[in-house]
Every structure is written in structure tokens, then in C-alpha cells.
């Protein structure tokens, strides 16, 4: 049956999701140079709930719980949950109506100011080559369990080079590989946060029933004072860091009207659950004291030491290979995400034009690469430390999530005023925001005041006790370095800043397609639904 003919005997259907005859034609034969939509809304669903789980939750939980202790950490993980709750939802509400893979760059660019799309989107770029760097780095800290007698760099080129083959085969092929990972360590967690209770309760090997006792220990709940408590907030982010990543994806996701939404409104739920459980586990189970997590060259994590409370041998083992098997997924995630924004800034004209370069299974190759040889910045582990790069890393990423909140809170807030003045019908938008104005308000103010004091140990956590410098930079380098970028692209290209009559709500707008209604009219199988409900 031809699109025209599938279209006229779908009248019904096409008055419901707003899609013409022509509307259909025209996604339907997208020039063969674009991204290709092949994410089906199973490895969508599983990414977004698995794909951010990594070295922030399984191992920089470690360094919040000496920082902090277990108040401050439940505190502060609960509280950046709901700031990237509020700031999903206005994500979605523009990730819906403009499914590109630029995303909240792309909309940054298009709603605000070409000059901040422009800072923002090499800033995520460079985040997310970063977050590569920051888990191969993770890598060699987790294969230290079993004194792996190897070099560092030597395995950082061993994950690096896996990372890079499965994202120059095809988008098909990443989201396979990326959901059964997420669906492993979705599963991982489950098991720890049931194996942590009944650890608490007295099921372990010499410890008895432990309570609350971790509390109540020395300086606990809130250790390190104010300083120990906004310290760990750069860890909390670094570790929600990624969440925003499913508007990217968004970009090659099938029937992207049907299944954002969907990823949306179920996901973040799951992954707020999955983190506060864990956190409250950790924190019940593991003195903020232990020697292993003050170390800069820990090989535990949190989760292995409660694994190993348990007397079985095979049990820490075992879930340190699991806590390996999450740090190459978030690489493989952050690498899948850094690729389509070098590809987007080419887009833009800015950055070099052959960043477009597809394959013929259209996947940005160049702009792969480009990404990887940032992230063998992961190699100075060699020099410095392992312990020591992973937690500069973690910090600069963690403020880079922070400044992208900010700017996804900006944004919304200006596209949906737009929409608003220029007379657009609400109920046209497949997704909205229950929030609006406060939730992207929130998300502004909340992100702001958070960027600027959470650096506070950083003045006293030299080893003497004093101003650390390179700590300070960590914390706070990323912020004049996206005021010069945006301000210098301003002033080289004289951008002004986009007035709400004059943007551009309709181009890239997504309508849906033949198949887009086939899929709306079949709805999701047995295993899809069986997915969404459990998970």
C-alpha cells in the first residue's frame, strides 16, 4: 500500500496525531545524508534507564559517603533527583515536538542565542569525551580488585578500541549491545539493594545486625560540615549526568511522538528510585570511615564491600565485574552522544563540515573518532594517578551537567512562551510540561547556586589543609570558559538574541509517519509491556 492510499484510510488517526499526506511523504523520503531513525522504543526505554548508570553511581558513591557521610549523601542525591526531574520534563516537552540529535543544543541555538548554542554544544561535546575518559579511567581502578599485572594506558586502548567498533558498525547495533548492559545492571542493582537489606539485618559474616550504627558514628550523618555537604553535589550530578542524553537519542529513536514521552514519564522514576535505594543502602551498610573509600587509588567500590560483607568468596567478584561491565556502557553512551553533537555543531557550520560524514550505515565516522582522541586524555592516568584523574574528571563533568540544566531551564522556558505568543495550539504539543513556569525557573535558580558553592572544599583540601588549586579548577574552570565562548561568537557573528515572535518553531518538527501509525494502531508487544511495567 503506498504512503497517499495508507494515509487516506487512516483519516481517523491522521486528525489525532496531526499528520497530513504531505507531512508523511516528507519524513518518509528524508535525504539519505541524515541520521538514521532505527532505536526502537524497547532499546530507547532500557538505554534511558541504564545507559547514565556507571562509575558515578558504583564507584563515586565512595568518594560522596567519606565526604559527606551518609546524610549529606542521601541528601544531596535525593535533591539533584529532583532538579533533573524537573528538568527532564522540560526537556521533553521540546524533545517531543523537535526530535533532533543536536537536542537541547539544538534548541539552545535556535530559542535563545546562536552564541550560547554554539558554547553549549562544544561544552557537551567536550563533556561527553570527557565521561569516556573519565570511565576508561574508572576501568583501570576496578581491574585493580584482581592486581591486574598490566599497564593502565595499555587497558584504557584495549576498552577504547571495543568502544569505537561498536559505535562505527551501526545505531542498531550500539542500542543492542547498550540494552542488554543496561538491562544488567538495572538488574545488578536490584540484587544489591536486596542483598544490602538483608546484609543491614544480619545476614553477613561477623559484622551482626548493623541498624542504623553507621550513623551514628563519629562525625556522621553530615560529615566535613557545609564543605563535605556541597561537595557533594558535583558527585551527585556527575553521577544523574547523562539523563538529559535521551533527547540526543531522540534524534534516531523510532516514532519518537509515541515513545520519548513514554521514556519520560516512566524512566526517570525508575533511576530515581534505583539511586536513592542504592545510596540509602550504602549508607546503612558502609562506615563513610572505610579505609578504601578515602584512598584516591581505591579498587572497591561501595558495592563490592557490601558484597563481600556477605562471606562469599565469589560475591565481591562478582560484582566488580558487573560494576566493570557499567563503566563501558556509560563510555559506550557518553562516546554514542559525543559523536551526534560533533556531527550537529558540523551541521551548524560550526565546527569543520566533514564532522557530516556518514557511513554508508549513517554513522558520523569522523566525528566518531574526533570524540575518541579526546578521550585518550584518559592515558595521563599513567603520570598522575588513576584515583587522582578520575575525580578532576568527575568534577568537571559533574558542572558541566549542572550548566546544561541550566541551559535545557532557559530554553524551555523561552520555547514554550514563543509557542504561547506566536498562537500555537497546545494541545498540538505531543508532550507538555505540567511545570511550566516554575519547573524550568526552578531548574535555573536551583543549578546556579549549586555551581557556585560546591566547590567550597576545594579551600581546604590540599594536604595541608589549605586552598587547592587544581581542585578549585576542576570545580569552577568550565565556567569562564563558556562565558569566552559564547561571548566570542557573539561578538565575531554579531548574534542577538532570538525574540519569541521571530523563532523557529517548524522546521525539523516531527510528524508522524505510515509506519509511525502502524506501530500507534498495533501498539507494544508482550515484552515491551512486561519491560515497562518492571522496569
Known amino acids: 500500500m503506498s504512503n497517499k492510499n495508507f494515509a487516506a484510510s487512516q483519516d481517523n488517526h491522521i486528525d489525532k496525531y496531526d499528520v497530513t499526506e504531505k507531512s508523511i511523504e516528507d519524513v518518509e523520503h528524508r535525504p539519505k545524508d541524515t541520521l538514521k531513525r532505527a532505536l ?15 562509575t558515578g553511581l ?88 584482581w592486581n591486574v599485572d598490566f599497564p593502565g594506558w595499555a587497558i584504557s586502548l584495549i576498552f577504547l578500541v571495543f568502544l569505537v567498533s561498536i559505535n562505527a558498525i551501526d545505531v542498531r547495533f550500539y542500542g543492542e549491545i547498550e540494552y542488554w548492559l543496561s538491562l544488567l545492571k538495572v538488574i545488578t542493582i536490584i540484587l544489591f539493594i536486596i ?82 535505594m542504592s545510596i540509602f543502602v550504602i549508607g546503612l551498610d558502609v562506615p563513610y570511615n572505610a579505609e578504601n573509600l578515602t584512598e584516591k587509588n581505591s579498587r572497591d567500590s561501595p558495592f563490592t564491600l557490601v558484597f563481600k560483607m556477605t562471606g562469599f568468596e565469589v560475591a565481591p567478584s562478582f560484582i566488580n565485574a558487573v560494576v566493570l561491565t557499567s563503566v563501558i556502557s556509560a563510555g559506550n553512551h557518553a562516546l554514542f552522544a559525543g559523536t551526534r553533537l560533533l556531527h550537529t555543531l558540523g551541521e551548524q557550520g560550526h565546527a569543520p563540515k566533514f564532522f557530516t560524514k556518514l557511513t554508508k550505515n549513517r554513522v558520523p565516522i569522523y566525528s566518531l573518532l574526533a570524540t575518541a582522541a579526546i578521550s585518550c586524555v584518559c592515558f595521563a592516568s ?26 535545557i531551564g532557559v530554553t524551555s522556558y523561552r520555547f514554550r512562551k514563543a509557542y504561547e505568543i506566536q498562537g500555537k495550539d497546545l494541545n498540538e504539543l505531543p508532550f507538555k510540561s505540567p511545570l511550566y513556569p516554575y519547573g524550568p525557573i526552578f ?12 566547590g567550597w572544599s576545594s579551600f581546604k583540601s590540599s594536604p595541608t589543609g589549605g586552598f587547592d588549586f587544581v581542585t578549585f579548577l576542576s570545580f569552577y574552570i568550565q565556567i569562564p570558559f563558556m562565558a569566552v565562548m559564547w561571548l566570542g561568537w557573539k561578538f565575531f557573528k554579531g548574534t542577538k538574541v532570538a525574540k519569541y515572535e521571530d523563532m523557529d518553531l517548524d522546521t525539523d518538527r516531527y510528524y ?3 509506519e509511525d501509525l502502524r506501530d500507534n494502531e498495533k501498539g507494544d508487544g508482550f515484552i515491551q509491556r512486561a519491560l515497562h511495567y518492571f522496569f
Open 40 to 54: 526502537t522504543a524497547r532499546q530507547v526505554q532500557m538505554i534511558a534507564i541504564g545507559g547514565t548508570i556507571g
Open 58 to 145: 558504583f564507584l563515586g558513591t565512595g568518594k560522596s559517603l567519606s565526604t559527606g557521610g551518609p546524610g549529606s549523601m542521601l541528601i544531596a542525591y535525593a535533591i539533584i533527583g529532583v532538579i533533573v526531574y524537573f528538568t527532564m520534563i522540560s526537556l521533553g516537552e521540546m524533545a517531543t515536538y523537535i526530535p533532533v540529535a543536536g537536542s537541547f543544543n539544538t534548541y539552545a541555538n535556535r530559542f535563545v542565542d546562536e552564541g550560547l548554542g554554539f558554547a553549549l554544544t562544544w561544552n557537551y561535546w567536550f563533556n561527553d569525551a570527557v565521561s569516556v575518559a573519565s570511565d576508561l579511567t574508572a576501568a583501570q581502578i576496578i581491574l585493580n580488585y
Open 195 to 276: 542483598i544490602g537489606i538483608c546484609v543491614n539485618l544480619g545476614a553477613n559474616k561477623g559484622y551482626g545486625y548493623i541498624g542504623f550504627q553507621y550513623w551514628t558514628l563519629g562525625d556522621a550523618p553530615f560529615v566535613g560540615g557545609i564543605g563535605g555537604f556541597a561537595s557533594v553535589f558535583v558527585t551527585a550530578a556527575f553521577a544523574y549526568g547523562g539523563t538529559e542524553s535521551i533527547g540526543i537519542t531522540a534524534g534516531e529513536t523510532k516514532n519518537p511522538r509515541k515513545n520519548v514521552p513514554k521514556v519520560i514519564r516512566n524512566v526517570f522514576w525508575r533511576i530515581l528510585m534505583f539511586y536513592i
Open 382 to 407: 599513567s603520570y598522575v594517578g588513576s584515583g587522582a584523574l578520575w575525580n578532576w574528571l568527575q568534577n568537571l563533568v559533574g558542572v558541566s551537567n549542572q550548566m546544561s540544566w541550566i541551559a
Open 443 to 454: 531548574v535555573v535558580v536551583a543549578n546556579s547556586i549549586l555551581v557556585l558553592v560546591q
Open 512 to 514: 508522524d509517519t505510515a
